[in-house]
């Protein structure tokens, strides 16, 4: 009976170790996927994309669809969350350092 437990308990954590690398569960953490409309890959880079692509972002619960309106690299102060910015440069999102906004390529 002692080593029907053991693998019980060996089991147990390895289902445990499964569930915390779920995708699933990761989108459950607040995490997001997005990809191109159509796509069957995650975009990686902000450079993936163009002024105007239509993505869609994965979430835990749902789906969003949204058009890129800016792409760029986070200022390495900009909050995670968009509390408040300083004010932005001019042609500038306020939480990047350098984007693609208003080009189209």
């Known amino acids: 009976m002692r080593g029907l437990e053991r ?3 060996r089991l147990r954590s390895i289902i445990a170790k499964l569930n915390a ?3 699933l569960a990761i989108l459950a953490r607040g ?3 997005a990809s191109r409309e159509g796509a069957r890959s995650a975009l990686r ?3 993936d994309v163009k002024m105007g692509d239509r993505i869609r ?3 835990h619960e749902g789906e ?3 058009v890129v309106r800016a792409t760029g690299v986070p200022r390495q102060d900009a909050p995670l969350f968009g509390e408040e ?3 932005p440069a001019e ?3 306020p939480m990047f350092d350098s984007g693609r906004e208003g080009k189209k390529e």
């Open 45 to 47: 880079s902000a450079e």
């Open 31 to 33: 995490y997001a996927v």
């Open 85 to 87: 910015n300083p004010a």
């Open 91 to 93: 042609n500038q999102l």
């Open 64 to 66: 969003i669809r949204a």
């Open 57 to 59: 972002v994965r979430l």
């Open 21 to 23: 690398l779920s995708p």
């Open 7 to 9: 693998r019980g308990e």
